[in-house]
C-alpha cells in the first residue's frame, strides 16, 4: 500500500511539472534577450566561445525536443528555439550546447551515461515482457522475475546518472549566459528559473523509476 501511495504522489508531482515546466516556457518565451539573438545564434556562439567548432546546430520538429547527439556532434534545436529571440529559447540551446561542453571536455557522468546507453537500450525493449513473464511464470522459471528486475535496475540506474548530466549542462549554460553578456540582471533570473523546471522532471523521473524498482521487488519477495 505504501509503495502505492508514493507512486501515485510520484506521477502527481510529474504531472505538476511538467504543468510548470510548459508555463515557465511559454511565459520566458515572450521575454526577448537584450541583444536580441536567435537560440540558434545562442548556441553557435557557446560553442565556438568553448573552442568547438566540430558541432552543427540544426532545428528539429516538435515542441521541447531539444537535444544534443554525441554520434552526429549535432544541437538539435525544437522549432520553437531554433529561430526564437527568446530568454527561453537561449537557455534551452545553452542547456544543449552544456552537453556539447562535456563531450568536448570528457566529463565523467555524460562517460558514464553514454557507455550505458546501449545497455539500456537492450533493457527497455525487453524489460516489460521480461517482468510479465517472470510474474506469471514464477513458480516454473522464479529466477526469470529477478532477471526482469536486474534489467529495470539498469534503467533506474541510468536515470540517475543523468541527474549530474543534466544539472551540471545547466549550470554551464546559466554560467556561460552571464559571462557572455547573453542575459542581463533581469532575464538571468528568469533563465535560472526555466532550466530549474527543467531539471526537476529528470529528478521526478528518477524518483519514479526507483520507486517502480521497489514495486517489482516487493512482489518477487512476496513469491519467493
Known amino acids: 500500500m505504501n509503495i502505492w501511495v508514493i507512486m501515485i504522489a510520484i506521477m502527481v508531482l510529474s504531472f505538476l511539472v511538467q504543468q510548470m515546466l510548459q508555463s515557465r516556457f511559454n511565459k ?11 537560440g540558434a545564434e545562442v548556441a553557435a556562439k557557446m560553442l565556438h566561445d568553448n573552442g568547438i567548432y566540430d558541432v552543427k546546430v540544426v532545428p528539429t520538429r516538435g515542441s521541447l525536443t531539444d537535444h544534443y547527439n554525441p554520434q552526429t556532434k549535432t544541437v538539435n534545436l525544437s522549432e520553437s528555439v531554433y529561430a526564437s529571440r527568446s530568454v527561453a529559447a537561449a537557455a534551452v540551446a545553452a542547456h ?14 555524460l562517460r558514464m551515461r ?13 524489460v516489460q ?3 510479465l513473464a517472470g510474474i506469471i ?3 516454473a522459471f522464479p529466477g526469470l522475475l529477478w532477471f526482469g528486475i536486474a534489467l529495470f535496475a539498469m534503467t533506474t540506474i541510468f536515470s540517475f546518472i543523468t541527474l549530474p548530466v543534466e544539472i551540471n549542462a545547466s549550470s554551464r549554460a546559466i554560467a556561460w549566459l552571464g559571462n557572455a ?10 533563465a535560472i528559473d526555466a ?8 529528478v521526478i523521473a528518477a524518483l519514479g523509476s526507483l520507486a517502480t524498482l521497489f514495486y517489482y521487488i516487493g512482489i518477487a519477495r512476496s513469491r519467493d
Request: net charge positive; hydrophobic share 40%; glycine share 8%.
Open 181 to 190: 553578456g547573453i542575459t542581463d540582471s533581469q532575464t538571468r533570473p528568469m
Open 137 to 139: 511464470f514464477s513458480q
Open 96 to 109: 544543449e550546447c552544456g552537453h556539447a561542453v562535456q563531450h568536448a571536455y570528457g566529463y565523467a557522468p
Open 28 to 38: 520566458y518565451s515572450k521575454v526577448g534577450l537584450p541583444n536580441g539573438m536567435s
Open 114 to 126: 553514454s557507455a550505458l546507453v546501449p545497455v539500456v537500450n537492450f533493457a527497455s525493449n525487453i
Open 195 to 202: 532550466l530549474k523546471w527543467a531539471a526537476y522532471t529528470y
Open 129 to 131: 515482457w521480461v517482468l
